[in-house]
């Protein structure tokens, strides 16, 4: 398994929002502990409100400078959101994105499964926020496990949020009845206790009862240690009924606790 060795730049999508807001204040703590440039990126259907865009864009940028001493850089492109950001992230090479969406309650479902359609497929990982930089325990990490080999890329970024944070990862995951399952997700914890050790990453292993699902026990338990992250593979391929019913991990990304959630898009199959 291969360790990360990013060093670009964190992109925010910026869409004039309370929840955009959110999601900038989350990116300057990041930028602030990695030194790493912020880029604001802002989609229009227009070629003619672009001018306006990035004038509004870097007057955003000067007031950021003045209050947390750090301007990020700005761009603003016609297109559609769904493949404009994550293009813009690929050809920034960067190391991460953070976004704001709502949660799940009405229209605001349809909101939140549109925002999966922005992350799957993005060659770096996206964090997802609800709410602004709190004072939720960022040490304690959430990583759920199930029986997808694909689970075990996201440990690397495991081993890149402790160099920072220090933190102490809770390896989730639930019994099932099925014996090959059950075979492949027992592989997957045991890759991921062996490269957390071989790290000297801090971790311990919660089985949760299983009778509410995976993603729902995890937000649970998330909360109740107070966590600050929880850190997720999106699903491979993704379906256009995934988006309109609602893949498991819409259901932990949209999250009522209002956790933010590191989604880790699999690597493209070789």
């Known amino acids: ?37 912020i880029i604001l990126v802002h989609i229009t259907k227009w070629e003619n409100d672009i001018a306006l865009n990035v004038e509004r864009l870097n ?32 050809e920034c090479n960067a190391e991460l994105a953070i976004m704001g969406t709502h949660g799940m309650k009405g229209l605001q479902k349809f909101t939140g499964s549109w925002a999966l359609k922005v992350i ?14 709190t004072e939720a325990d960022i040490h304690k990490i959430v990583l759920p496990l199930d029986f997808k080999l694909e689970e075990r890329e996201k440990l690397v970024w495991a081993n890149f949020l402790t ?7 809770y390896l989730c ?13 027992q592989a997957n914890i045991n890759a991921a206790v062996k490269y957390l050790e071989s790290k000297s990453i801090n971790y311990e292993l919660k ?8 993603a729902a026990e995890s937000v649970d338990f998330a909360e109740s240690i ?39 898009n699999p690597m493209p199959d070789k």
Not at 72 to 87: H, L, W, Y
Not at 120 to 133: D, E, I, R, T
Request: proline share 4%.
């Open 1 to 37: 398994m291969q360790d990360k060795n990013t060093n670009g730049p964190i992109v925010v999508p910026w869409d004039y929002s309370e929840k955009a807001e959110f999601a900038l204040l989350h990116a300057i703590d990041f930028a602030k502990a990695l030194d790493r440039e």
């Open 59 to 90: 007057l955003k940028a000067e007031d950021v400078m003045v209050q947390y001493g750090i301007r990020p850089s700005v761009i603003v492109k016609t297109g559609n959101i769904f493949t404009e950001i994550k293009s813009i992230v690929s």
């Open 120 to 133: 799957a497929g993005s060659k770096a990982p996206f964090l997802v926020v609800q709410n602004k930089p």
């Open 163 to 169: 160099q920072i944070f220090r933190c102490k990862f």
């Open 173 to 185: 995951y639930i019994e099932n009845s099925d014996i090959q399952i059950q075979k492949r997700t």
């Open 207 to 214: 089985r949760l009862d299983g009778k509410d699902g995976l």
């Open 226 to 264: 107070g966590s600050g992250l929880i850190i997720i593979m999106t699903t491979k391929n993704l379906r256009f009924q995934d988006y309109v019913l609602g893949a498991a991990e819409q259901q932990i990304i949209a999250n009522e606790a209002k956790i933010p959630v590191m989604c880790v």
